[in-house]
DNA sequence: AGCGTTACCGGTAACGTTATCGGAAATTAT
DNA sequence: ATAATTTCCGATAACGTTACCGGTAACGCT
């Protein structure tokens, strides 16, 4: 690694002081025309780059965003995209940090970010975390904070993530307009507030038709395929079988789906499947499976957004929520009319 | 955004001088255990962190990897992931920058990593980028720089990658041993090596089996998944119709598969089909599509692995290759012996 | 000629940290 | 008791940059 040119260098090829370099880069209005084309040219030819370290320390600011998400998935994934986007067009740097879905990597994460590398956090919790300290120290900080997606209630910072009722809603009515009169749900890990969401917006829906959900039709199981899979093989052989499922994500659906092929019952016939998130992936499958689109790429932006209006000084965010409307895209898997 | 606690809030607090705080929190043998314990009582109480901007200004280092990347699609997302996590095992953070496959974009991104942000680079160039001045400023900065995946290969500098020409034999020879005869490519852009790579190996296998190429049977197209089915549905159209198609990655076979059912052909009987990645959604759709394996968190991994031992200072890294094997895995799409 | 004004530039401090040097006090050795 | 050593700590400079203050020289005005 080689000595990077810095403005001393300029200074002293020209014979100048390091003020007057500063003041010709900036274009400052107190130096001779002249000694502005002499710097600029020399530090064209040197290849000059400020220090943004040096810039960093002097201004206390970094103009570079901590973005922590759970993992890489094709929703987070997209996010970023739409974070990433708007956040260069505004001249900032973004850094990602994985949390693997471990709230002791969320925390190291949170931690080192906070050794003055970023100044502020764009956030969305892992599924494992449910101590939220590290993000109140972050406030305690007056370090701006937008949360987004997996979002925490009691914390007071804008927030912008889907409406999970609404999708949880649409979902069920549908299902439940289809025919459907046993449906089942597969959702996520107790603590997870996207998850619970959709819940309500299934049970909520339910009661508006005075449907009851059967105990054993709810169903708590990790986040992946796999887990849905045996969940499903489960529902499946329960003595109160459902004939339809909700999964409130598209790998828990695909999950569902190769239990219900490998049990022989048929979508949308026997019964009705609908996922989450609408990933390219469903409309590939065979059948395909209805899911709620959420809109990733625009909550992104979002948030993005949410956060440099943040970090323009606008008064009275920490309570602004913008909430995104799901939509319902049907395929075959919960067709039957 | 409060003032962060320094050591120099300590020092004054204590009486002491900021060297001894200094020294009492790196536990230096010349500092009094009674001093010690009272700057490390207040340090804790006081929440202190050290500033990283100082750090890496004063030591010129950063501790900081610029991993820049295409997009964030399974395979690169895999990767990262496998960088992410040697890297923070090693005590590295990592910056990640999207270029969104724009030879724009990667530039901006590399200019802005170094501004000093980052003390080494893993790249991975985008499929727009066909002039790589910006990779070589890198380097006669004489900044640390690892290439993976897309790699470029008049560049000296240690390269983690997959044995792509080894991926187009596999996938070739077996469809050759399954009993197909014109077996036609759907390759990425034209100055992308790992499609290149994947094709030689397509090619080299036929002559091994003294089968030749229809020139209409070797197509380059974008590298996504609406080309592919464009590109396969005229494949099918023509003439000298193949009898098997190899798809330089999953989302192209996903298309090239599309087309297939549409055009009323099946698979494999008709058609053999072979994909590229091995990522989870190729099993999923019907048939499952055979699929070469390409270890990306393992290539992802690899990469950290040798931007460490590089940054270590050992000898001899630029002429580096770590070639990762792949292996394919056949499904349905493709067996019909 | 003397004064004020303008144009231009340099010096210094500061951001937070540590390495280096040097020095005072305390301890040990003679 | 004095010298020699050890123990402990403070001051300073440095990393690269800019804000701020101040100063010199040239010019214009009366």
Redesign the pocket.
Known sequence: ME??T???DI?IAL????????????DA????????AAVKALSDKLD????R???S????QTNTIGVIIPNLDYVLATMVKGIDEVALEAGYTVMVCQSDESYGREIVNTKRLLD?LVDGFIVSVSSETKIFEHIKKIQDKKIPLVLFDRIVNNIAAPKIRLDNIDGGVQATEHLIEQGYKKIAILAGPENLNISNKRMEGYLQTLKTHSLRADKGHIIHCDFNQQYAYEATKELLASKNRPDAIFTISDRMAIGAMLAIKEKGLSMPHDIGLVGFNNEPIVSLVTPAISSVEMYAFEIGKATARAYIEMMSGAAGMSDQEIIIKPKLFIRTSSKRR
């Open positions: 000595k990077q810095t403005i001393k200074a014979n100048i002081s390091t003020s007057t370099v500063s003041r010709a880069l900036r209005p107190d130096v001779k025309a002249e000694t502005k000059y780059q400020p220090n370290l040096a810039l320390l002097l201004n206390r003055s």
